[in-house]
């Protein structure tokens, strides 16, 4: 029996969905929702508890991860509506710092409700 799972990124559609072909940096693990930056040749690179807040950049659409010396052509959004549950920031980020300059880039994060369409908790 094959299964159907959404990642219930996407949150609404108040504003467009904008997304953009991002070449993913070497020695990276970026996943589904997580939220990046640039490095100094415009490739994405994880968050850290290190980076600068407002060097935020998108939010990743694919997961992809590179080996060093590699990069890997993937997809990001830059532009939308999207679960703030979903979202993938540096363990122990200031949440309101993040949402505040997500919406400045024109990300807006929602809070959603959790359901169950399955009737299975």
Same mark, same amino acid.
């Given at each position: 029996?094959?299964?159907?799972?959404?990642?219930?990124?996407?949150?609404?559609?108040?504003?467009?969905?904008?997304? &953009?072909?991002?070449? +993913? #940096?070497?020695?990276? =693990?970026?996943? /589904?929702?997580? $939220?990046?930056?640039?490095? !100094? &040749?415009?490739?994405? +690179? #994880?968050?850290?508890? =290190?980076?600068? /807040?407002?060097? $935020?950049?998108?939010?990743? !659409?694919?997961?992809?991860?590179?080996?060093?010396?590699?990069?890997?052509?993937?997809?990001?959004?830059?532009?939308?509506?999207?679960?703030?549950?979903?979202?993938?920031?540096?363990?122990?980020?200031?949440?309101?710092?993040?949402?505040?300059?997500?919406?400045?880039?024109?990300?807006?994060?929602?809070?959603?409700?959790?359901?169950?369409?399955?009737?299975?908790?």
């Amino acid at each position: 029996m094959r299964v159907l799972e959404f990642d219930n990124l996407l949150a609404g559609f108040q504003s467009d969905v904008v997304t &953009e072909p991002i070449t +993913v #940096a070497p020695g990276q =693990e970026l996943s /589904v929702g997580q $939220v990046f930056a640039l490095n !100094a &040749e415009g490739q994405a +690179v #994880a968050m850290t508890s =290190e980076s600068n /807040v407002t060097d $935020v950049y998108g939010i990743m !659409a694919d997961a992809v991860a590179t080996s060093a010396g590699e990069t890997k052509e993937a997809v990001c959004y830059v532009r939308g509506e999207f679960n703030a549950r979903k979202i993938i920031i540096p363990e122990g980020a200031n949440q309101v710092e993040y949402k505040k300059v997500l919406s400045n880039i024109g990300i807006t994060l929602r809070n959603t409700i959790a359901a169950d369409p399955q009737g299975e908790e």
